[in-house]
């Protein structure tokens, strides 16, 4: 039982969670600088028309074809990858959040992440 609880320090927790938000970030930032890359060489010369706003192409507006885009290497679907990938990044903070303290039977922590979770689900997916 000792160890169980060794295990999951806050130290450990605080290391564990700090290299996952520098991990999300980082791979963020390289996937944007990628894409943005492939994207000048390929349209890079075009002249933009600033008269009008061209909003995202109905394709790249669903996690789906957006994965489907980034792997092809199309660099507008990298960028979108790694815009999804920053905002995925503090999500994934406060799950693993939930799972830490579940290992250290901290129920109130439990239940105000799991609460904190669930807004941000909602103001993802269903805050219309």
Not at 47 to 58: A, C, Y
Request: glycine share 10%; charged share 15%.
């Amino acid at each position: 039982m000792t160890g169980q609880k060794q295990a999951w320090t806050d130290h450990k927790v605080e290391v564990f969670i700090g290299n996952l938000l520098r991990a999300g970030v980082i791979g963020a930032a390289l996937l944007v600088v990628l894409g943005g890359i492939i994207y000048l060489l390929h349209q890079g010369l075009s002249l933009p028309d600033f008269k009008t706003f061209k909003g995202e192409p109905q394709e790249l507006r669903h996690v789906g074809a957006i994965i489907k885009h980034a792997f092809s290497l199309h660099g507008r679907g990298l960028i979108q990858l790694g815009l999804l990938v920053l905002i995925a990044t503090p999500i994934a903070r406060v799950a693993l959040s939930i799972f830490a303290f579940s290992r250290q039977r901290d129920r109130l922590y439990v239940i105000v992440t799991c609460i904190v979770l669930a807004v941000l689900c909602y103001s993802l997916f269903g805050g219309r």
